[in-house]
């Protein structure tokens, strides 16, 4: 792990961007529980067959990819090819280089406007199944814990984490909503390079938000974690210290299906 975090901490954000981040965590929030209430709400419980398409099972546990998505994501790529062909005939580019890059930075506040809606290349996936547990034992184990705790957890869990930094805290838990909370992170992952050792360790900016909230469908407890990565002002990439900036948006669902089970997605 590297010895102190590159970046300053915690990191200062203005009133806009701290609103910025909170509305985008509980449009993400609400966004992924009206998906899940849909599939709950169908006859077999499982995400539509016509949509979502299964491409990895393990134990309990399957996931699905976005078939719409991915249409999506070919069009726009289509689209954007299209576009810069355009732009080039038209020499544009020309003129975007005059302008310079410092005049267009300074154009932007310090949340890139970008991270306003999922990275573009990114398919959309989700999982389903079952863990053996109850809702509550499963969001403590979520819920943001303190930089030390996390670094040593890391040690020995085997989860790839080589280095961690909680950036800047939003929200805090209160003994009433013990598992509430939003947090800007900096994460460092090696999973990548155990299946390529020539890859570059990952780092990821991240906003996570964790809690409770109560179905307006069903009535019933349902958890939630959600990653969102972020381009933030003050927290550059770092390819002197030979890491990859990476992209992460991983929406988690979770309820107590009964005793002794939750259901996940």
Same mark, same amino acid.
């Given at each position: 792990?590297?010895s102190?975090?590159?970046f300053e901490?915690?990191l200062s954000?203005s009133?806009?961007?701290r609103?910025?981040?909170?509305?985008?965590?509980?449009?993400?929030?609400n966004?992924?529980?009206?998906d899940?209430e849909?599939?709950?709400?169908?006859?077999?419980g499982?995400?539509?067959?016509?949509r979502w398409?299964?491409?990895k099972?393990?134990?309990?546990?399957v996931?699905?990819?976005?078939?719409?998505?991915?249409?999506?994501i070919?069009?726009?790529?289509?689209?954007?090819?299209?576009?810069?062909d =355009?732009i080039?005939?038209?020499?544009v580019?020309?003129m975007?280089?005059? /302008? @310079?890059?410092? !005049? +267009?930075?300074?154009?932007?506040?310090?949340?890139?406007?970008?991270?306003?809606?999922?990275?573009?290349e990114?398919?959309?996936?989700?999982?389903?199944?079952?863990?053996?547990?109850e809702?509550d034992?499963?969001?403590?184990g979520l819920?943001?814990?303190?930089?030390?705790v996390?670094?040593?957890k890391?040690?020995?869990?085997g989860?790839?984490?080589?280095?961690?930094a909680?950036?800047a805290?939003?929200?805090?838990?209160?003994p009433?909503?013990p598992?509430?909370?939003?947090?800007?992170?900096w994460?460092?992952?090696?999973a990548?390079?155990?299946?390529?050792?020539v890859?570059?360790?990952?780092?990821f900016?991240?906003?996570e =938000?964790?809690?409770?909230t109560?179905?307006?469908?069903?009535?019933?407890? /349902? @958890?939630?974690? !959600? +990653?969102?990565s972020?381009?933030?002002r003050?927290?550059p990439?770092?390819?002197?210290?030979k890491?990859?900036?990476?992209?992460?948006?991983?929406y988690?669902l979770?309820?107590?299906?009964?005793?002794?089970?939750?259901?996940?997605?």
């Amino acid at each position: 792990m590297l010895s102190t975090c590159p970046f300053e901490t915690p990191l200062s954000l203005s009133d806009r961007d701290r609103q910025s981040m909170r509305t985008l965590a509980q449009r993400c929030v609400n966004e992924t529980l009206t998906d899940y209430e849909h599939v709950l709400a169908s006859k077999s419980g499982l995400p539509s067959s016509t949509r979502w398409k299964p491409v990895k099972r393990k134990e309990n546990i399957v996931v699905y990819q976005d078939l719409l998505a991915l249409e999506e994501i070919k069009r726009r790529k289509r689209k954007a090819r299209s576009l810069g062909d =355009a732009i080039e005939s038209s020499h544009v580019t020309e003129m975007a280089s005059s /302008i @310079g890059p410092a !005049v +267009l930075r300074a154009s932007t506040n310090t949340l890139n406007r970008a991270t306003d809606t999922e990275p573009k290349e990114m398919p959309k996936m989700i999982w389903m199944g079952t863990v053996e547990c109850e809702l509550d034992d499963l969001m403590y184990g979520l819920v943001s814990q303190s930089d030390e705790v996390t670094r040593i957890k890391a040690s020995y869990s085997g989860n790839n984490i080589q280095d961690f930094a909680t950036l800047a805290t939003l929200e805090t838990s209160t003994p009433s909503d013990p598992f509430y909370g939003l947090q800007l992170k900096w994460e460092v992952n090696s999973a990548l390079t155990k299946a390529k050792p020539v890859w570059r360790c990952r780092d990821f900016v991240y906003l996570e =938000a964790t809690g409770v909230t109560t179905s307006c469908v069903t009535g019933q407890r /349902i @958890g939630y974690q !959600v +990653l969102h990565s972020l381009d933030v002002r003050g927290v550059p990439e770092l390819p002197g210290r030979k890491l990859t900036r990476g992209k992460v948006t991983i929406y988690q669902l979770f309820r107590q299906k009964s005793k002794g089970t939750v259901e996940g997605g």
